[in-house]
């Protein structure tokens, strides 16, 4: 029996895992812990990622090879070169399709809304990581696509937003946001990114480009708060702009620096493509809403 190869225990890997079971797909979910859901669907294998000989034979029989991997933030640029090295070394090895789990960091600054035809054109040191990363799996053998996503929202999220802000207002306490808390920003929810990740892997079309996650949300952030708030029946929330140099006091908050033009000004994810072909839509802001409130 077939099965698919998620790398990766985030949320979104999570979800990810869980949609495919689910269906009633096999699932090998990888991790350095070997941690993972309890479901009768997915087997939890604790290995190195980068151990291309090792990631070669758990992947093998697999029809799809999905990367949710994340090193820690501020070793993108020591630790994604060997993991994406590997990654795509054992989809080549085992003829697997690959499907890649992206963000917007590749392309640059953009005026107006991104598409995925906009040309990458990093200014940053992550974003070049990410593009190097799909150039590279771009170029190689491997049937391969890459889904992008904008900053997470949803239960266990890793975004800059997810961590600051929603703890502290559901709290009732005031929060600090490193970004223009008006500007209109595009919000993808992990569950939206996984169900694009599959819809990629199952459409013959998907090879070969990148595909934007259908956003929940383009509210601003004070707006976005403020939606949240309600949602759970919280105080009004007190929000408020952190300073660029209270993000040097932190070596995974200073990273962000380098991305501040991302949250300073608009951002826009055009998914309409998405949406058209693969049959994507987002999931309503509601119902995010109200799983980041309950945690479920």
């Known amino acids: 029996m077939t099965f698919s190869a998620v790398v990766g225990a985030g949320a979104t890997g999570l979800a990810l895992a869980r949609l495919l079971a ?6 090998r979910l990888i991790t350095r812990s070997g941690s993972g859901p309890e479901h009768a669907g997915i087997e939890r294998v604790a290995a190195d990622a980068t151990v291309l000989d090792r990631l070669s034979e758990l992947v093998q029989g697999a029809t799809t090879l999905y990367n949710c991997a ?8 020591t630790d994604w070169p060997p993991l994406a090295a590997a990654l795509l070394g054992a989809a080549e090895r085992t003829g697997t399709d690959y499907v890649m789990l992206g963000n917007v960091y590749g392309y640059g600054p953009v005026d107006g809304p991104m598409t995925e035809d906009h040309p990458l054109a990093p200014t940053t040191v992550k974003g070049s ?7 590279d799996a771009s170029a190689s053998g491997v049937r391969v696509t890459e889904v992008r996503a904008s900053d997470f929202l949803g239960a266990g999220a890793m975004s800059a937003y997810n961590l ?18 008006d500007v209109e920003h595009s919000w993808t929810y992990v569950v939206d990114a996984a169900r694009t990740m599959i819809a990629a892997a199952r459409h013959p079309g998907a090879w070969g480009r990148g595909w934007h996650v259908p956003s929940t949300s383009t509210l601003p952030v004070r707006a976005l708060t403020t ?5 759970a029946r919280a105080p009004y929330p007190q ?9 040097e006091r932190d070596p995974i908050m200073a990273e962000l620096i ?8 608009p951002l ?19 119902a995010v809403l109200t799983e980041t409130v309950t945690g479920r």
Do not use: C, I, K
Request: hydrophobic fraction near 50%; avoid cysteine; charged fraction near 15%.
């Open 22 to 27: 689910d269906s009633g797909e096999r699932v």
């Open 70 to 77: 994340m090193p820690p933030y501020n070793r993108w640029p």
């Open 129 to 135: 990581v990410r593009a190097q990363m799909w150039l």
């Open 164 to 181: 600051l802000v929603p703890p502290a207002v559901l709290a009732g306490f005031a929060a600090a946001y490193p970004g223009d808390l």
């Open 227 to 231: 939606a949240l708030a309600a949602a």
């Open 239 to 247: 929000l408020a702009a952190m300073p660029v140099a209270e993000l």
């Open 258 to 265: 380098e991305m501040q033009y991302l949250t300073r000004r």
């Open 268 to 286: 826009l994810l055009d998914s309409t493509h998405t949406s058209d072909v693969l049959g994507v839509t987002a999931t309503p802001l509601e």
